[in-house]
């Protein structure tokens, strides 16, 4: 199966502070990637799809400037979670698609999970 | 609006069966998955339907109804490494995932 990686793990940061996390295709090329924000004992959020070479597409209620998504090449997509508070915290999980796989199946990094203190 | 149900919390006894079930009312529908998701992991792919019917992959076996908006998601010979959430997501006619709050599935021994 096609494989993400995501990084850091786990991440603990001042509030104020911003943070960047990684999400990578390592054995496939992704157009579009989707950002997820999961808080404890609740389901998968959207936040945003991430589009290589363009605007990423923000959630209603997601702010744009706040969640800064970039994704300039294929197999990378970043996350920056800009001046964060404790509010922020939760686990961050990005997924992206097989190209070409009828069933659209996603495939998830393992998450970050990000402590603002 | 689009809605996805399910039990919040099941229990099970190891080597049993469990079927957890999910209702669903979204605008259109292109497909069903069944994700596993262990506590402070990401999810992973268990099962996609787009018909009706039953799709049967090893201990784990997915079921579709279209007509009833139902599906269930049946698990045989219960190990304790099942113990974990089962998240349901359907994809809308605009094929956007809507997901499921998670079902807790707990085995006990």
């Known amino acids: 199966g096609a494989v993400v990686s995501q990084h850091p793990s786990w991440v603990i940061c001042k509030s104020g502070t911003s943070v960047k996390i990684e999400c990578r295709s390592l054995?496939?090329?992704?157009?579009?990637m989707f950002w997820y924000r999961q808080f404890p004992k609740q389901s998968l959020m959207l936040m945003a799809t991430s589009n290589e070479g363009s605007k990423a597409t923000y959630e209603q209620g997601v702010e744009k400037d706040k969640f800064l998504i970039n994704h300039a090449s294929l197999t990378l997509s970043t996350l920056t979670v800009t001046s964060a508070h404790p509010e922020d915290s939760s686990f961050y999980i990005c997924?992206?698609?097989?190209?070409?796989?009828?069933?659209?199946?996603?495939?998830f990094g393992e998450g970050s999970r990000l402590t603002v203190l | 609006g689009q809605n996805i149900d399910q039990p919040t919390e099941m229990t099970a006894t190891e080597g049993a069966i469990v079927q957890i079930n999910c209702t669903y009312q979204?605008?259109?529908?292109?497909?069903l998955f069944w994700y596993q998701q262990h506590a402070g992991e990401a999810p992973t792919f268990l099962s996609y339907?787009?018909l009706d019917g039953l799709e049967e992959k090893g201990r784990f076996s997915s079921f579709l109804s279209r007509s009833k908006g139902y599906s269930y998601l049946l698990l045989k010979e219960l190990q304790m490494k099942d113990s974990a959430s089962y998240l349901c997501?359907?994809?809308?006619?605009?094929?956007?995932?809507?997901w499921g709050a998670g079902t807790k599935l707990i085995i006990k021994p």
């Open positions: 997501a359907v994809k809308d006619s605009n094929y956007q995932l809507i």
């Open positions: 979204t605008s259109g529908f292109n497909g």
């Open positions: 339907n787009v």
């Open positions: 997924s992206a698609k097989l190209p070409g796989l009828a069933s659209g199946e996603l495939f």
């Open positions: 054995d496939f090329q992704a157009t579009t």
